[in-house]
C-alpha cells in the first residue's frame, strides 16, 4: 500500500526535471522515478495476483469493462491513423495503473489511505507551488504543471478534504483539515481557472445538499465565497469578470476568441473523421489543417477525443464517467445500509468531485490526468467494501433479532 502512496505523492511532480532519471533506457524514452515505481508496482501487483494473494476484479465492474472499451477504441484509432507518440504512452500507463491501484486498495482502510493520500498531497504541494508561481511570474500551477490541470487536480482533492475535516475526532485534525480545505480552495483561486471555478461551483454546491449536515448553511457559505472571488482580488475572479465583460483581460478576450474558434475546428475534425477521428494526439497539429488560425488544442475533453478518437471511444469515455458516478450512488446507498455513515459520506463527496470534474472538462482537455484515474479506480475496490459489509450487516440482523 506504501507503493501507491508514494506514487500518488510524486504525481504532482511528474514533470519536474528534479525528478528525471534518464533521457532513455532500453529505448524508453524519459524515464523518471515514478515511472521506475509504476514498474515496480506492477511487477509487484503481477505477483499477488499469480500467487492469489490478490484478485483485481477489474472486468467485474462497469468501470472496468467501459474503460476496456475505451483503451479498444483508442487504440483502434491509434493504428487507423498510425498516429503514435505522448498520448500513446499516457495510455499505456493508464493500463498499467489500473492494476496497481486494484490490487494494493483491497479493504476499508486502504481505501481512505488513498484519498487522504491524494488529498494530503496536494495541500501539502501549495508551498512549492506558490514559491513557483513568484518565480515564474504566473499562476498557480506553473513550474509544476499548468495552471488548468493543477487546478482540475486540486478540485478532486476538495470533497475529500471536506470529508475528512467532517469526520475528524479531535480539534487539531479539525482545525488541520479545515486549513487543508481552506488551502486548495486557496489554490483554484490562484490558478485563474475557469473551468476550475465552475467545477468547484458544482462540488460546493453538492456537498452543501448531499454531505453537508446542514444545507442551507453550506449553500450560504458557497454564496458567500462567490461573493469574496468577486470582491477580493484574484486570478480566477477576474478572469471570470473578464469573461463576462466587466472586466478588461486581453489574454482573457484572445483566449474567447480562441476557444470559439476551436469548437468549430473540432465540429470539422468530427464530421471529417467520426469512426476513428484525426489520430491519437493529433488535434492540435491537425486544427490549422481543418481552418484554425493557429495550432492549438480543444481545451474541452469531450471535443478532443471526438476529434481525435472518433464518437465510439469518447462515448466509451464518458461511459466510464458515467459507470464510476452510478458505482458511487451504489456506494453510497450501501454503506448506509451496512451503517457506516463515514463511508457514506465519503462515496458521496467523491461523487461529487466526479461530477464537478466532469463539468470543467468541458472547457478543458483533461481526459489523461492520473488523479482522474485514481479516482476512478478506487471507485472499484470502495463499492467491493461497501458490498460486503452491507451483505455482513444482512447476515448478522437475524441473529440480532433472534437475540432480542
Not at 89 to 113: H, M
Not at 201 to 226: C, E, I
Not at 235 to 260: K, M
Amino acid at each position: 500500500m506504501w507503493l501507491l502512496v508514494t506514487i500518488i505523492a510524486l504525481m504532482p511532480f511528474e514533470d519536474t526535471p528534479y525528478l528525471r532519471l534518464a533521457d532513455s533506457f532500453l529505448g524508453v524514452p524519459d524515464i523518471r522515478v515514478i515511472k521506475v515505481l509504476g514498474v515496480i508496482g506492477v511487477a509487484w501487483a503481477t505477483l499477488r495476483l499469480v500467487s492469489g494473494q490478490a484478485r483485481l476484479g477489474f472486468f467485474a465492474s462497469a468501470q472496468g469493462r467501459a474503460f476496456a472499451a475505451f483503451v479498444f477504441f483508442t487504440t483502434c484509432a491509434a493504428l487507423a491513423s498510425g498516429a503514435v507518440g505522448r498520448s500513446s504512452t499516457r495510455l499505456l500507463s493508464l493500463v498499467l495503473f489500473a492494476p496497481i491501484v486494484l490490487s494494493f486498495v483491497r479493504r476499508e482502510r486502504d481505501v481512505w489511505r488513498a484519498f487522504r493520500a491524494m488529498a494530503l498531497i496536494l495541500i501539502a504541494v501549495f508551498p512549492y507551488a506558490v514559491r513557483q508561481m513568484i518565480r515564474f511570474d504566473g499562476r498557480y500551477g506553473i513550474g509544476l504543471n499548468e495552471p488548468n490541470y493543477t487546478a482540475i487536480a486540486t478540485l478532486l482533492a476538495v470533497p475529500v478534504a471536506f470529508v475528512f475535516w467532517r469526520r475528524a475526532r479531535s480539534l487539531d485534525r479539525r482545525l488541520g483539515w479545515l486549513l487543508g480545505l481552506a488551502t486548495l480552495l486557496a489554490a483554484l483561486a490562484l490558478s485563474g481557472s475557469r473551468g476550475g471555478l465552475v467545477g468547484v461551483v458544482v462540488v460546493l454546491a453538492l456537498l452543501a445538499v448531499k454531505v453537508a449536515r446542514r444545507p442551507a448553511l453550506g449553500l450560504a457559505a458557497l454564496a458567500a465565497l462567490l461573493i469574496l472571488i468577486v470582491v477580493v482580488p484574484n486570478p480566477v475572479g477576474h478572469r471570470t469578470l473578464a469573461t463576462l465583460g466587466l472586466a478588461q483581460d486581453t489574454g482573457v478576450e484572445g483566449s474567447n476568441r480562441h476557444r470559439s474558434e476551436i469548437v468549430v475546428v473540432g465540429l470539422r475534425m468530427v464530421r471529417a473523421q467520426p469512426l476513428f477521428g484525426v489520430g491519437l494526439g493529433n488535434f492540435k497539429a491537425a486544427s490549422a489543417e481543418y481552418g484554425a488560425a493557429t495550432a492549438q488544442i480543444a481545451h474541452s475533453t469531450y471535443l478532443e477525443l471526438a476529434a481525435e478518437l472518433g464518437l465510439p471511444a469518447c462515448a466509451a469515455f464518458c461511459a466510464v464517467l458515467v459507470a464510476a458516478f452510478r458505482s458511487l450512488g451504489r456506494s453510497a446507498r450501501l454503506a448506509l445500509r451496512a451503517g457506516n455513515p463515514s463511508l457514506r459520506d465519503l462515496a458521496a463527496a467523491v461523487r461529487a468531485g466526479l461530477l464537478g470534474y466532469a463539468a470543467s472538462a468541458l472547457f478543458l482537455s483533461a481526459q489523461y490526468e492520473k488523479f482522474l484515474w485514481l479516482v476512478l479506480f478506487l471507485t472499484i475496490p470502495l463499492e467491493r467494501v461497501a458490498r460486503e459489509q452491507a451483505r455482513r450487516a444482512l447476515e448478522v440482523e437475524p441473529e440480532r433479532r433472534s437475540a432480542a
